[in-house]
């Protein structure tokens, strides 16, 4: 696994990126206040069958951040200038949270660009309720009062199994650059309905995945998403919370497998699948 940085020319941003692998590229965008290390189970286990692609979204990790006020179609955007500079044409591209959004954005708005979507924790159409708590935070952050490790609750369980990555996520958290934690926020809070209506665009295969115990990103969202994809499938991981890519990695980096698969080893791998899956159309 080598660590790269490359520079934009418009928007005029440095990117920093992990990368592993030979093969069909796979790239993977992390949600806010995280960075491209936090998808290391899926590297090691992907690696061998693609060339996995695991960039530090702007202002975090090592990558330079906006300097003005950004909105998602900016990050899908950002997203976009780095694929166009690669010498592949079409990718895979798994999102996480934030991440997500910017997935499902590039889906619609960069059709060319992507072969098959995987839409991970994400969110769709909130509550009024749910969307001014996530608007208060978002200002919270902006203003600098915000603790930035008060997701940890929503995003584990408090079990012993979890309690070492939920420590590795606290100090990722710990480390982000707070203008740049809290200009995604804001993108992050605003962004559930940007491309909500157009979800019937996408031309790509789809994978929407959620924890079953994910209140923020919940199984609902996640059945409404893949309902609305015309190529879109829902998969709900048992007994997880919102970082299931860390927490349940053997399962996701199974299902993304799958998922990447020809369509027809596909479908028919699905009709076998165990319990604790459940299926969009």
Not at 55 to 63: L, R, W
Not at 127 to 140: I, T
Not at 144 to 155: I, T
Request: hydrophobic share 45%; with cysteine; charged share 20%.
């Amino acid at each position: 696994m080598m660590r790269k940085t490359r520079q934009l020319s418009n928007p005029n941003l440095r990117v920093s990126y992990l990368e592993a692998g030979e093969g069909t590229p796979l790239v993977l965008i992390h949600g806010v206040g995280m960075n491209a290390e936090s998808w290391a189970p899926q590297m090691a286990a992907l690696q061998s069958s693609f060339r996995v692609i695991a960039i530090d979204m702007p202002g975090h990790g090592e990558s330079e951040g906006f300097q003005h006020a950004a909105t998602l179609q900016d990050y899908v955007n950002w997203l976009a200038a780095f694929l166009q500079q690669e010498p592949d044409a079409t990718f895979a591209v798994a999102g996480h949270s934030m991440g997500a959004l910017i997935t499902a954005g590039l889906a619609i708005d960069y059709p060319a660009l992507v072969s098959h979507a995987l839409v991970m924790s994400g969110v769709y159409q909130r509550s009024d309720a749910a969307r001014e708590a996530v608007m208060q935070r978002a200002q919270e952050l902006a203003e600098g009062d915000a603790q930035l490790d008060s997701p940890l609750a929503r995003w584990f369980s408090d079990t012993p199994e979890e309690s070492a990555i939920r420590d590795q996520v606290s100090r990722w958290l710990q480390q982000v650059n707070v203008q740049g934690y809290a200009r995604a926020y804001q993108a992050f809070a605003a962004g559930d309905r940007v491309y909500a209506s157009r979800w019937r665009e996408m031309q790509c295969p789809v994978l929407v995945l959620t924890g079953e115990l994910d209140a923020n990103s919940s199984p609902a969202m996640a059945r409404q998403m893949a309902a609305a994809a015309p190529q879109g499938r829902a998969v709900i991981i048992n007994n997880a919370k919102h970082m299931v890519s860390l927490t349940d990695a053997p399962r996701v980096n199974e299902e993304i497998l799958t998922f990447l698969r020809p369509a027809n080893a596909y479908a028919a791998t699905r009709q076998h699948d165990q319990a604790g899956v459940t299926d969009g159309h």
